[in-house]
């Protein structure tokens, strides 16, 4: 139990594109899913809280513009670059905290490459 | 601010020894501390949790401990074996108690058979 998908799980293309990640819990409903960004032999740095029906909490320095969110049901939460540069190359990466209770594990995707020539 | 310490170098050891990983954090007093392990490539997966209350908790061949007053939380493998080479990742609730968690930098065991 407890799966969570993200798609797609690589990207590439060229600057100036905007770039839709999805994230999606398969076998639970999640009112909170969270965005993480991981640069190589770094850790995850979260960039937002996405909560189901109201917007998203950044974290301070995360452009709300740059990247924006969307968590339109219980199992659907999506990213989107805008207007993507190299800089923004790096692994986005999604989890989902399963609803009941306050000391639960959050369930992460498998990852998103993304990589902007 | 948060701080969450771990040891950035890797940690290689023989098949069959014990693996001791370890997590300090500074300027917080967190109501739990978790465990995550994370291959290169992939999203990390859920170990362990340990509340505050709790000095130590195991999952099979996995074993935790949870010092508040060090503010450190030990992470043991028993029995290692190669396929328990990966990254682990510790983190701690966020200060603000919004379910978010903050990571610590992560420490990359190697087993060798």
């Known amino acids: 139990g407890a799966v969570v998908s993200q798609h797609p799980s690589w990207v590439i293309c060229k600057s100036g594109t905007s770039v839709k990640i999805e994230c999606r819990s398969l076998?639970?409903?999640?009112?909170?899913m969270f965005w993480y960004r991981q640069f190589p032999k770094q850790s995850l740095m979260l960039m937002a809280t996405?909560?189901?029906?109201?917007?998203?909490?950044?974290e301070q320095g995360v452009e709300k513009d740059k990247f924006l969110i969307n968590h339109a049901s219980l199992t659907l939460s999506t990213l989107t670059v805008t207007s993507a540069h190299p800089e923004d190359s790096s692994f986005y990466i999604c989890?989902?905290?399963?609803?009941?209770?306050?000391?639960?594990?959050?369930?992460f995707g498998d990852g998103t490459r993304l990589s902007i020539l | 601010s948060q701080k969450i310490e771990q040891n950035s170098e890797a940690l290689n050891i023989q098949e069959g020894k014990t693996a001791t990983l370890t997590c300090n954090y500074t300027n917080y007093s967190p109501a739990y501390l978790q465990w995550y392990r994370q291959d290169p490539g992939r999203g990390p997966v859920f170990l362990l949790l340990?509340?505050?209350?709790?000095k130590e908790k195991r999952k099979e061949r996995l074993k935790v401990t949870f010092d508040t007053t060090l503010k450190q939380s030990l992470f043991h493998i028993t029995a290692s074996q190669p396929a328990d080479s990966a990254t682990y990742l510790c983190?701690?609730?966020?200060?603000?108690?919004?379910?978010?968690?903050?990571f610590g930098s992560g420490t990359r065991l190697l087993v060798r058979p």
């Open positions: 989890s989902a905290r399963d609803t009941g209770g306050y000391n639960q594990p959050q369930h």
């Open positions: 340990i509340r505050e209350n709790e």
């Open positions: 983190a701690l609730e966020g200060m603000d108690s919004s379910y978010k968690l903050i």
């Open positions: 996405s909560n189901e029906g109201s917007k998203a909490t950044y």
């Open positions: 076998d639970f409903q999640a009112t909170t």
